[in-house]
Nanobody, 129 residues
Framework: QVQLSESGGGLVLPGGSLRLSCVVSGDTFNSGTMGWFRQAPGKEREFVAARRWSGTSGMSSYSDSVKDRFTIFRDNAKNTLTLQMNRLRTEDTAIYYC????????????????????WGQGTQVTVSS
């Protein structure tokens, strides 16, 4: 049984940085897709970023709201996905969820939460002065 465990959330000032990590246990993904969604109070869960990989090659995709501020990368050896978040804004405040699929997802599918197989419990990110 695949389990995803997030860490790294917290409180940060606007303009600051945070790094979220997601560790996969229960199986090793030699290829597939992993990503991050977020959900703010009263809003729907929205796509943040994802990375599709096979071996050492891969492709990343970002939502327009985080592009050029967030970076997603995967450490295959550690079976870990990381989201580096820079220049954070108050509107980035949300619970961030790690997600994974054994499929090599196309970009349009990545953005739909219903297409993903596995989910973590989430980690809170609060951006506030």
């Amino acid at each position: 049984q695949v389990q995803l465990s997030e860490s790294g959330g917290g409180l940060v000032l606007p303009g600051g940085s945070l790094r979220l990590s997601c560790v996969v246990s229960g199986d090793t993904f030699n290829s597939g897709t992993m990503g991050w969604f977020r959900q703010a109070p009263g809003k729907e869960r929205e796509f943040v970023a994802a990375r599709r990989w096979s071996g050492t090659s891969g492709m990343s995709s970002y939502s327009d709201s985080v592009k050029d501020r967030f970076t997603i990368f995967r450490d295959n050896a550690k079976n870990t996905l990381t989201l580096q978040m820079n220049r954070l804004r108050t509107e980035d405040t949300a619970i961030y969820y790690c997600t994974a699929s054994r499929s090599s997802m196309i970009t349009s599918s990545m953005r739909r939460s219903s297409q993903w197989e596995y989910w973590g419990q989430g980690t809170q990110v609060t951006v506030s002065s």
